[in-house]
């Protein structure tokens, strides 16, 4: 059964702190994607990565970086949190450009204090 | 770059009535529209999803229309029941499986 694996449900940081939201996918996919929920905003694109050690930016990666240093695993990084980067964040995968569904992960609730 | 537009945010219906929900996109070279549901507490998980060779698909009670000259495509629920109550995103991209941008999700609420 396909898998994404978000390792924090819920997080509560303090500004400037440094933040990890890992996500984990057992399907072998190429693909990952970070985007971020809000009310009212839908989802939006955060940053994406197509192989391993490649990224793109999406349409806010402002106050993120991430990493992709192996296939299965895609970390988003709040270098120094704030309160404006509380919100629900979600990973997905898929298996290659041209085929399919995104999968997405349950999602990590950052609250940023 | 791509922007979705999505209508309306919420929508409620009985139980038994169609609901429809409808989206436009801007991007002339987008090919992919896929439909996602998320209930309480989950990831969206996709429902139905159409290519721009084909101008509608259906799924049991779900069917997805395509208008690729007005540059929009809805989503047609029928008979619908309480389980259905969940958020719906319309998304769009160049190619299946590749990056989608959303639209903001309707709040379908069906009472029994």
């Known amino acids: 059964d396909v898998k994404v694996t978000q390792s924090s449900r819920y997080l509560v940081k303090r500004t400037g702190e440094k933040v990890f939201l890992e996500c984990v996918q057992d399907?072998?996919?190429?693909?990952m994607f970070w985007y971020r929920q809000d009310p009212g905003l839908g989802l939006r694109l955060i940053y994406f990565s197509y192989d391993v050690k490649m990224k793109e930016k999406g349409d806010i990666p402002e106050g993120y970086s991430v990493s992709r240093e192996k296939k299965e695993r895609f970390s988003l990084i709040l270098e120094s949190a704030s309160t404006n980067q509380t919100s629900m964040y979600l990973c997905a995968s898929s298996p290659r450009p041209g085929s399919g569904e995104l999968f997405f992960g349950e999602g990590s609730r950052l609250t940023v204090l | 770059g791509e922007n979705v537009e999505q209508h309306p945010s919420t929508l409620s219906v009985q139980e038994g009535d169609s609901a429809v929900i409808k989206c436009t996109y801007s991007?002339?070279?987008?090919?992919?529209f896929p439909w996602y549901k998320q209930e309480l507490g989950k990831g969206p998980q996709l429902i139905i999803d159409i290519r721009s060779n084909v101008g509608e698909k259906k799924d049991q009670r779900i069917a997805v229309t395509l208008n690729k000259t007005a540059k929009h495509f809805s989503l047609h629920i029928t008979e619908t029941q309480p389980e259905d109550s969940a958020v719906y995103f319309c998304?769009?991209?160049?190619?299946?499986?590749?990056?989608?941008?959303f639209g903001k999700g309707t709040t379908l609420s069906v009472s029994s």
């Open positions: 991007d002339s070279a987008s090919n992919y």
């Open positions: 399907m072998d996919h190429e693909n």
């Open positions: 998304a769009a991209s160049r190619q299946a499986g590749t990056a989608l941008i």
